[in-house]
């Protein structure tokens, strides 16, 4: 120990070996592979890639294609998509086309466990806790409950308004909607809570609002957050709060069970303080504020795992532990168009022609 102590403040560099000894460890962030897209233009060509479950699929020039954590090619198919979506979970992943309302479910061993056409466009596609499926219909304006087979489990017809987010309570027994009315010169967001018969169990309209991210929390109370206003509903007792955002929100997404993450901007004086306009902040589902931190630069997205944020300018990454502290900041030297996270540790960085397989030394 005197030892330790005269060599920290004698400023010999070990830091290497001092470390260790002392119990730090830095993170490092490492990249694992780069994988080229078969098309050569992104934007003008259909091209989807997803992570999950320590997979990442990737539809791109007619073939369905998955790779695991490291860049592996595990398997491809070869299939013709209009406008590709995919979805996924632990155990399973699906391939749609959104236009033509197919899906196809595939296991990680390249198995098709199911074909279904929904025969109507897809709007939007979620895979549950629970495996459940649910979709929504833009023809029909339907949001459509399947099981892991493709079997419906409940059909919820939506009478007015346009479907913009949708969930699924943690029993399984609740639906979420949240909608948008746009009336000639007025607009209006609601939310109602069905049951898997259909039932409406409660809603709430907000005004001049649009409400576009719900989460059910551990009471099965939901959750939404929009333009300007975030709200919690519960079954019985309706609204049980509501609270005015003054700042814009530029980003959001889950962080673990109960805690969200956003990217907020101010909305004052942006043009002198363009330094501190962009904050990233953890939210738990009571609105209430855990950790603020602030970031230099245009924040274009932010994308959450279970303890670590990415938050991504044009040029630079910024992860962010769950403490709220920026631990690694890395200038990229091309446009970061996203990011996917497919592990606690290991993330894609999505730029116009490639992704690029990014994973945490700790």
């Known amino acids: 120990m005197f030892l330790i102590i005269i060599v920290v403040f004698s400023g010999i560099k070990l830091a290497p070996i001092l470390k260790p000894m002392l119990g730090f460890n830095e993170k490092e962030l490492k990249s694992l592979d780069m994988i ?5 233009n992104k934007e003008e060509s259909s091209i989807v890639v997803k992570g999950f479950s320590s997979y990442i699929a990737k539809y791109d020039g007619g073939k369905i294609s998955l790779y695991n954590h490291k860049g592996d090619l595990l398997w491809e198919k070869d299939k ?35 074909t279904i056409n929904l025969e109507d466009k897809i709007y939007n596609g979620k895979i549950f806790h629970n495996n459940s499926i649910a979709v929504a219909l833009e023809g029909s304006n339907t949001i459509l409950l399947l099981d892991e087979v493709g079997q419906e489990i409940s059909s919820i017809s939506i009478p007015k308004g346009d479907i913009i987010d949708f969930e ?10 949240a909608l948008l009315n746009v009336e000639e010169y007025d607009y209006y967001s609601s939310i109602f809570l069905y049951s898997l018969e259909g039932r409406v169990l409660a809603g709430n309209k907000i005004e001049k609002s649009i409400l576009y991210y719900l989460k059910f929390d551990e009471n099965d109370n939901i959750f939404s957050l929009g333009d300007n206003v975030m709200i919690m509903i519960a079954q019985d007792e309706g609204l049980l709060w509501e609270k005015e955002i003054e700042e814009t929100i530029n980003a959001i997404d889950s962080m ?7 990217n907020s901007i ?15 902040i953890q939210m738990n589902l009571d ?19 279970e ?6 300018s044009k040029r630079t990454i910024f992860l962010i532990d769950d403490k709220g502290d920026i631990f690694i900041e890395r200038k990229i030297n091309r446009d970061i168009e996203d990011v996917l996270w497919i592990s606690d540790g290991t993330f894609v960085l999505m730029f116009k022609d490639r992704m690029e397989i990014m994973t945490l030394n700790y």
């Open 287 to 305: 609105g209430e504020i855990i950790h603020q931190t602030p970031i230099t630069g245009e924040i274009i997205g932010v994308k959450s795992s």
């Open 36 to 40: 080229d897209f078969n098309s050569s």
């Open 168 to 177: 699924l309570s943690n029993n399984g027994d609740i639906i979420a909607v």
């Open 266 to 280: 101010k909305s004052q004086n942006t043009i002198i303080d363009t330094k501190n306009r962009n904050s990233i």
């Open 80 to 114: 013709e998509i209009k406008e590709p979506l995919i979805i996924g979970s632990d155990d399973f992943f699906i391939v749609a086309d959104m236009l033509s309302g197919t899906m196809d479910y595939f296991d990680y061993s390249g198995n098709t466990l199911a």
């Open 307 to 312: 303890d670590v944020i990415a938050a991504f």
């Open 256 to 262: 673990g069970y109960n805690r969200i993450v956003i």
